[in-house]
């Protein structure tokens, strides 16, 4: 019978140089460190092009106190696992994305009255 023999190979190269080992810890703690900005709350929300076009030509105006209030209610929801959010205020209908933290687009409630949304996952009711 013929007899096999099996080498294995490692995967990666053995690090041997102390210098080497620095410069991947360096490399890796780079790494977290913009991984934990990249992941820091702002506090405040993204306006999308359409969303900030929309809010102008139907003279939406929300106040700062108003879009904290949102901010504080987009990351709440965002916690819970909603991705897409409708955003109902007493002047606007916003759709914002609580994985993003962007308002994606606004229409005042008149308009709102009417409307189907689709594609969202949870509602903010604020009054």
Request: proline share 2%; glycine share 2%.
């Amino acid at each position: 019978m013929n007899k096999i023999n099996f080498h294995r190979i490692p995967s990666q190269p053995f690090i041997h140089n102390q210098a080497a080992k620095k410069v991947e810890s360096n490399e890796k703690q780079s790494f977290l460190e913009h991984l934990k900005h990249a992941t820091a709350n702002t506090g405040s929300l993204k306006i999308s092009k359409h969303a900030s076009e929309r809010l102008a030509e139907r003279n939406i105006q929300i106040p700062e106190n108003e879009w904290n209030r949102i901010s504080t209610k987009v990351d709440e929801a965002n916690r819970k696992g909603i991705k897409e959010s409708l955003v109902l205020t007493e002047q606007a209908a916003m759709i914002i994305s609580a994985k993003n933290r962007t308002v994606i687009t606004a229409m005042d409630r008149v308009e709102a009255k009417d409307q189907l949304f689709t594609n969202i996952d949870g509602t903010i009711v604020l009054n």
